[in-house]
């Protein structure tokens, strides 16, 4: 069954980045490892409801403690049966068992409660862990997804005051403002009183992330940040096809093909020996292996995010040097952020992608590790306010105009940096240091490699350059040749920069910085709250 399982993952899921994660400086505990046995033993059923209401009939206890979504369910449902069985304690019975219902709206989710089910996703607005057709006060859907409802429930959101000062000519604007806000403050009284609303109440629950051998702020950051990028998924916001949403349902596709008996080429083909000859028993079999390689896959993003957010809260009191870098054409200062060597931090391999963080928000990045090597990186899809250098603004003002402007048009840029005279500058600055008087012209400089320089880049879309080892894979090598002082005014005159994008349509809130990965961090949980941007550098 393991090697199944592995094999089904390799084919139809992204295995590659699960040994990545695998073979990283991941803490990973024991109770980590018991999720791994949990996850292979987790069977999956798709059954109909007579069938349930049989099997039920029979055996009381059968289906007893299962998690019932619809056929084929997605990330989101999955996430949701993860945070069930391993996060759920009492409230949540783990009998590693899930059972996919094939007609749903044959049932309630009164009736799957009675029958010892806990149904994910179907049910209507009855069972508190479905979404669909789900309306707050002002009958407005609610921008949520089943993962999000069972972890933490529906938070409501505080209604934003009138922009205009509080006057008699818009009495009307407040008087309708104090009034919702009356029933946020009602409704929040009844997310914090009302499980059913809370679902497992996750993000409040550290005496138990604390048994679980974690800083209980670090797991309900990984945790938060998981359903995060599983809501945004699941709402249709991931542009990318390897993404772990539109994965979720080629694993379906691939396995309903299977099941239906369709060959594919010998060399792809999965045994016929492993896979039963009953239909029914094969389709089972085919949504065992979707569920588990899926879960597998949600245990390596949350050990993921357990790291990004280890190194982030000891990031917080161990700031880099903020400098900032203006480029010709563009108005707004560029974010440059320097890590020493004696930075706690500059060996920790997750670095690179805190600083390219929202929390951090650099632009471009210089690491020197403790072995001396060194580490320049750019960072893709900048978008910065066009008008103002943001860099100026005090913390507090900035957060603050950043409020006020959520719902206002302002005109934003795209920008697009080339570290191509960089790697020119810096392999000039290299070979005069060694005497080496050789004469080369600025296309034979700008090779991804050149002999005798210790400076590379993979490619000029990588979007960075190597010098005298990897920083980030932890190879051994010489230390880059040049000092820290020498690279920092190479960057700073030679970063090279267009703007590729102009927005008069689109606010703050529409160009959210994402990152280099795309990923688009969540808010940071209230014990980690010291390490917002504008706080850190």
Same mark, same amino acid.
């Given at each position: 069954?393991?090697?199944?399982?592995?094999?089904?993952?390799?084919?139809?899921?992204?295995?590659?980045?699960?040994?990545?994660?695998?073979?990283?400086?991941?803490?990973?505990?024991?109770?980590?490892?018991?999720?791994?046995?949990?996850?292979?033993?987790?069977?999956?059923?798709?059954?109909?409801?007579?069938?349930?209401?049989?099997?039920?009939?029979?055996?009381?206890?059968?289906?007893?403690?299962?998690?019932?979504?619809?056929?084929?369910?997605?990330?989101?449902?999955?996430?949701?049966?993860?945070?069930?069985?391993?996060?759920?304690?009492?409230?949540?019975?783990?009998? *590693?068992?899930?059972?996919?219902?094939?007609?749903?709206? /044959? =049932?309630?989710? +009164? $009736? !799957?409660?009675?029958? #010892?089910?806990? &149904?994910?996703?179907?049910?209507?607005?009855?069972?508190?862990?479905?979404?669909? *057709?789900?309306?707050?006060?002002?009958?407005?859907?609610? /921008? =949520?997804?089943? +993962? $999000? !409802?069972?972890?933490? #429930?529906?938070? &409501?959101?505080?209604?934003?005051?009138?922009?205009?000062?509080?006057?008699?000519?818009?009495?009307?604007?407040?008087?309708?403002?104090?009034?919702?806000?009356?029933?946020?403050?009602?409704?929040?009284?009844?997310?914090?009183?009302?499980?059913?609303?809370?679902?497992?109440?996750?993000?409040?629950?550290?005496?138990?992330?604390?048994?679980?051998?974690?800083?209980?702020?670090?797991?309900?950051?990984?945790?938060?940040?998981?359903?995060?990028?599983?809501?945004?998924?699941?709402?249709?916001?991931?542009?990318?096809?390897?993404?772990?949403?539109?994965?979720?349902?080629?694993?379906?596709?691939?396995?309903?093909?299977?099941?239906?008996?369709?060959?594919?080429?010998?060399?792809?083909?999965?045994?016929?020996?492993?896979?039963?000859?009953?239909?029914?028993?094969?389709?089972?079999?085919?949504?065992?292996?979707?569920?588990?390689?899926?879960?597998?896959?949600?245990?390596?993003?949350?050990?993921?995010?357990?790291?990004?957010?280890?190194?982030?809260?000891?990031?917080?009191?161990?700031?880099?040097?903020?400098?900032?870098?203006?480029?010709?054409?563009?108005?707004?200062?560029?974010?440059?952020?320097?890590?020493?060597?004696?930075?706690?931090?500059?060996?920790?391999?997750?670095?690179?992608?805190?600083?390219?963080?929202?929390?951090?928000?650099?632009?471009?990045?210089?690491?020197?590790?403790?072995?001396?090597?060194?580490?320049?990186?750019?960072?893709?899809?900048?978008?910065?306010?066009?008008?103002?250098?943001?860099?100026?603004?005090?913390?507090?003002?900035?957060?603050?105009?950043?409020?006020?402007?959520?719902?206002?048009?302002?005109?934003?840029?795209?920008?697009?940096?080339?570290?191509?005279?960089?790697?020119?500058?810096?392999?000039?600055?290299?070979?005069?240091?060694?005497?080496?008087?050789?004469?080369?012209?600025?296309?034979?400089?700008?090779?991804?490699?050149?002999?005798?320089?210790?400076?590379?880049?993979?490619?000029?879309?990588?979007?960075?350059?190597?010098?005298?080892?990897?920083?980030?894979?932890?190879?051994?090598?010489?230390?880059?040749?040049?000092?820290?002082?020498?690279?920092?005014?190479?960057?700073?005159?030679?970063?090279?920069?267009?703007?590729?994008?102009?927005?008069?349509?689109?606010?703050?809130?529409?160009?959210?910085?994402?990152?280099?990965?795309?990923?688009?961090?969540?808010?940071?949980?209230?014990?980690?709250?010291?390490?917002?941007?504008?706080?850190?550098?």
């Amino acid at each position: 069954m393991t090697v199944f399982l592995i094999k089904f993952s390799v084919t139809v899921g992204n295995w590659g980045d699960c040994l990545n994660v695998i073979n990283s400086n991941i803490h990973i505990t024991q109770g980590d490892f018991a999720m791994l046995h949990e996850i292979a033993n987790i069977k999956t059923l798709v059954l109909t409801v007579e069938q349930i209401r049989a099997m039920a009939k029979d055996d009381p206890l059968g289906l007893s403690g299962a998690f019932a979504p619809h056929t084929d369910p997605h990330l989101d449902e999955q996430w949701a049966i993860f945070q069930g069985t391993f996060f759920g304690g009492e409230l949540m019975p783990k009998e *590693g068992k899930v059972v996919c219902v094939r007609d749903p709206h /044959n =049932t309630t989710s +009164a $009736e !799957l409660y009675s029958l #010892g089910l806990t &149904p994910i996703g179907i049910g209507g607005t009855d069972n508190p862990y479905d979404e669909h *057709g789900r309306m707050d006060e002002q009958g407005e859907q609610i /921008n =949520t997804c089943a +993962a $999000e !409802l069972l972890g933490k #429930g529906y938070y &409501p959101k505080a209604p934003r005051p009138p922009k205009e000062k509080e006057t008699e000519e818009n009495k009307a604007k407040w008087n309708a403002y104090r009034a919702k806000f009356e029933r946020y403050k009602a409704e929040h009284t009844a997310y914090l009183t009302d499980p059913s609303k809370r679902g497992l109440d996750l993000l409040h629950r550290g005496e138990f992330f604390k048994r679980l051998g974690y800083e209980p702020d670090v797991i309900r950051f990984a945790i938060d940040s998981v359903t995060h990028y599983v809501k945004k998924g699941d709402r249709g916001r991931v542009n990318d096809s390897d993404a772990m949403g539109p994965v979720v349902k080629h694993k379906w596709a691939i396995a309903d093909r299977i099941a239906a008996g369709e060959k594919f080429p010998p060399h792809l083909a999965l045994s016929e020996q492993s896979l039963p000859q009953d239909p029914e028993e094969r389709g089972n079999f085919l949504a065992t292996q979707v569920v588990q390689s899926t879960l597998l896959e949600l245990w390596i993003k949350l050990m993921n995010e357990v790291t990004f957010a280890q190194c982030l809260k000891r990031f917080a009191p161990n700031r880099g040097e903020l400098r900032k870098v203006k480029v010709a054409g563009i108005k707004p200062s560029i974010r440059f952020v320097v890590i020493r060597k004696e930075h706690p931090l500059s060996g920790d391999g997750e670095l690179a992608r805190i600083l390219r963080s929202r929390y951090v928000g650099a632009d471009v990045i210089l690491i020197r590790n403790s072995r001396g090597h060194v580490y320049i990186s750019i960072r893709e899809g900048i978008k910065k306010k066009e008008q103002e250098d943001e860099m100026t603004q005090d913390p507090d003002a900035q957060q603050e105009s950043h409020r006020e402007e959520q719902d206002v048009e302002i005109p934003f840029i795209e920008i697009e940096l080339s570290l191509r005279r960089i790697l020119i500058e810096l392999r000039r600055w290299e070979f005069a240091l060694r005497g080496d008087k050789t004469e080369r012209t600025d296309a034979e400089l700008a090779a991804n490699y050149v002999e005798g320089s210790q400076f590379s880049m993979p490619s000029a879309k990588a979007g960075y350059i190597l010098g005298g080892g990897s920083t980030q894979s932890h190879k051994e090598g010489p230390p880059c040749a040049l000092d820290d002082q020498t690279i920092i005014e190479v960057i700073e005159k030679y970063l090279d920069g267009k703007i590729v994008k102009r927005s008069d349509e689109r606010n703050g809130s529409a160009w959210a910085d994402t990152g280099k990965e795309g990923r688009q961090v969540p808010e940071l949980p209230p014990a980690m709250d010291q390490v917002p941007v504008s706080r850190v550098v």
